[in-house]
């Protein structure tokens, strides 16, 4: 129904920055939210952001307004988020995630992609 792939992540030094890449494909037109999710190791997956697919409205994990911002390409059918700052704690297998309303709520998700900040 909707497939995700995600690209960008890697080994970055704290203080330093990345941006990860979702294409979204299958039944775009159904989808009303996409996002970011993460899950640290021992920990349960949890928000980073979302970004609604028709008036760009989006919304953070509180801790990391400032530094981790979300945005979209509507012609490319892209969702992108760019990460400042980051630091150890970011460390964490980031997804990609597209919400959609068919007569009931459906989550996609991608693969996962690695994101490690060390030294």
């Known amino acids: 129904q909707v497939q995700l792939v995600e690209s960008g992540g890697g080994l970055v030094q704290p203080g330093g920055s990345l941006r990860l890449s979702c294409a979204a494909s299958g039944r775009i037109a159904s989808i009303n939210v996409m996002g970011w999710y993460r899950q640290a190791p021992g920990k349960e997956r949890a928000l980073v952001a979302t970004?609604?697919?028709?008036?760009?409205?989006?919304n953070y994990a509180d801790p990391l307004k400032g530094r981790f911002t979300i945005s979209r390409d509507v012609v490319k059918n892209m969702v992108y988020l760019q990460m400042n700052s980051l630091k150890p704690e970011d460390t964490a297998v980031y997804y990609c995630?597209?919400?959609?309303?068919?007569?009931?709520?459906?989550?996609?998700w991608g693969q996962g992609t690695q994101v490690t900040v060390s030294s």
């Open positions: 970004i609604t697919t028709g008036n760009g409205i989006t």
């Open positions: 995630n597209a919400r959609a309303y068919r007569n009931s709520w459906y989550d996609y």
